[in-house]
């Protein structure tokens, strides 16, 4: 029986070593610049470009994986991949059943998308994507609220006059109003919600979220990842970035 159980717990050593030979990253894809599937089918975005720096520098192997918003956390908790790097806001509802990282991106604005700028939000439906900090929000201060799977059906709904405005990050709704051709606009009205975006790890996963908060830290020292968030092609020079505050510690 000693030998049985003795030969079990190796198999089981042996599997969760093998099971950190790699790292897979869980994102959604379809939250630009954050996050999108480019042309050639692959995971592209800042935070492809960031999650494979930290890789890197952490010295772990990576890959990615896609998985729709709406399970993101539960899919975590389930072992389908080991960290979730999806533009997740850090907030104290999320971190009861996950632990986050050091922030990656400081907490930003939200902003309403409508078809124009004298837009009622108390007239109708604000749209949100299901499970985020804009669809609590919009709950939460007196307006009706109606979620969408994605973040792309959130803005169609306000196309097709299902909601008078959707509320999502603006670094995300920004672009699609500049290439609306003035179909859609941003209100002047602007939300500050959530505290900074973060990867997320199960509760047991302390070493694995310990080399990432360290890659974090390195990337904020030596300026890196300031320099990443103002890139042309991801958000712009006028984005939220650490400045010294992320050099405290260095």
């Known amino acids: 029986m000693k030998k049985l159980l003795l030969a079990t717990a190796l198999v089981t050593l042996s599997g969760a070593a093998f099971a950190q030979d790699v790292v897979r990253l869980g994102t959604e894809g379809a939250y630009p610049p954050y996050n999108f599937i480019n042309d050639a089918g692959e995971v592209a975005g800042f935070e492809r470009e960031f999650g494979d720096e930290l890789c890197k520098r952490a010295e772990l192997t990576c890959e990615w994986v896609t998985n729709e918003w709406d399970s993101i956390i539960p899919n975590l908790q389930s072992g ?16 009861e059943v996950i632990d986050f990282s050091a922030g990656y991106l400081p907490p930003a604005s939200s902003a309403y998308l409508a078809l124009s700028a004298d837009a009622d939000l108390m007239s109708g439906p604000v749209a949100a994507q299901t499970s985020t900090i804009q669809a609590a929000f919009v709950a939460e201060n007196g307006m009706a609220v109606v979620e969408y799977a994605t973040p792309e059906e959130t803005v169609a709904a306000v196309k097709n006059g299902e909601a008078v405005a959707v509320l999502a990050d603006k670094d995300y709704l920004a672009p699609i109003a500049a290439e609306s051709g003035g179909e859609l606009v941003l209100l002047a009205k602007e939300e500050a919600i959530g505290g900074g975006v973060g990867l997320g790890f199960r509760d047991s996963d302390d070493e694995l979220r310990g080399k990432f908060d360290a890659a974090i830290k390195s990337m904020k020292c030596d300026g890196t990842l300031d320099a990443m968030i103002t ?18 510690g260095c």
């Open 80 to 95: 389908n991949y080991d960290v979730i790097i999806a533009g997740m806001s850090i907030t104290d509802e999320r971190e």
């Open 231 to 248: 890139k042309d092609e991801y958000f712009t020079a006028a984005a939220k970035t650490w400045g010294d505050a992320g050099k405290e």
